[in-house]
């Protein structure tokens, strides 16, 4: 017998209970799972909003670390310490919060040296999403000394980790924020300006704006992102993470065909795993433990009840990570 938080239906309370490991989904691969995460998409499901769950009884989580206790995969044995981000995992497939998962062995990721299972999940998707965005920005040619970069939806999990990246790497970073209390917070992860969000709201009354930003990391979406596009400097870059502000874009062509603004797409659930393990190499190289551990409370599965709301109400600040154990 093992816990888990299960949902029965989309508007049913989320419950703590004890199932079988006959319970658990198909997989090659069961997971001891020591800690997960609290994401904006686990807020989502947790409180049944956005049709992505289409089965039920469902376990919630879309990530996951911990130690295989199972395995028919040639690539993993009992005892190796693995993650998991995406795939469907917490949506189309039982997720992390329990304390077993059952999972295909090629959705996950071997524990990098030097990450414990703790601090994996104190990144999670959200740090996953971050990296993937500070790659892709590099990519496209944005250096510190080009100008500042921007980051909105600052205070949560990808802006935070986005925050502390980006000022790691040697850029200049404005940080977006509705809250703000937390501008102590951002400066501490290394913004160098904290920014109100409402200087970003409403869709854009003109295509172009004056240029400020050398690149951005948006974590919003919707509006802000629209907004943003306008203000990119000549040949920047928006890596694009989030949804939460919306998935339509009243934008036009004018920042693309007049600018040069590169608008680039961050998918987490089906990245590559080549991918995947660079930025997983380039966390651990890039974020220092301390930060980590500096922007994470804890929480069991019980407390996800009143966290879930929370997370899409914008109040939790930093990462969440959940201890399906405790």
């Known amino acids: 017998m093992f816990k888990a938080l299960l949902l029965d239906a989309p508007e049913s309370e989320p419950r703590v209970q004890s199932l079988k490991e006959a319970d658990l989904p198909a997989g090659d691969v069961t997971v001891a799972v020591e800690y997960s995460g609290l994401n904006y998409k686990d807020g989502l499901v947790l409180t049944g909003r956005g049709g992505l769950v289409k089965h039920y009884p469902h376990v919630p989580g879309i990530d996951l670390a911990g130690t295989v206790a199972e395995s028919a995969h040639p690539g993993f044995s009992p005892g190796d310490g693995v993650l998991l981000t995406g795939w469907g995992v917490g949506e189309r497939h039982w997720g992390g919060y329990a304390e077993k998962a059952r999972v295909r062995g090629d959705w996950l990721t071997p524990l990098p040296a030097g990450l414990d299972s703790r601090r994996a999940m104190a990144a999670g998707t959200a740090g996953l999403a971050a990296m993937l965005g500070v ?41 977006v924020t509705g809250r703000p209390e937390h501008r102590d ?113 804890e929480a069991g599965l019980e407390e996800l009840k009143t966290l879930g709301p929370e997370i899409l109400r914008g109040g939790v600040r930093g990462r969440v990570v959940v201890t399906p154990g405790a």
């Open 185 to 297: 917070y951002l400066l501490a992860l290394g913004a160098g300006e904290v920014l109100d969000r409402a200087e970003l709201a409403g869709p854009p009354e003109r295509p172009l704006e004056h240029q400020r930003w050398a690149g951005c990391i948006d974590a919003v979406g919707g509006d802000t992102l629209a907004r943003v596009l306008g203000q990119i400097r000549y040949g920047g870059s928006v890596a694009a993470v989030g949804l939460a502000g919306g998935a339509d874009l009243p934008a036009s062509v004018v920042p693309f065909l007049l600018r040069g603004v590169n608008l680039l797409g961050i998918d987490t659930v089906y990245c590559p795993p080549e991918r995947r393990s660079t930025a997983w190499q380039r966390l651990v190289r890039d974020l220092p433990r301390e930060t980590l551990d500096g922007m994470v409370r």
């Open 135 to 175: 790659l892709a920005l590099e990519e496209h040619g944005v250096t510190p000394g080009d100008g500042p970069v921007l980051v909105t939806g600052a205070t949560g999990g990808v802006g935070s980790l986005a925050v502390a990246l980006l000022a790691r790497a040697g850029h200049r970073v404005a940080a």
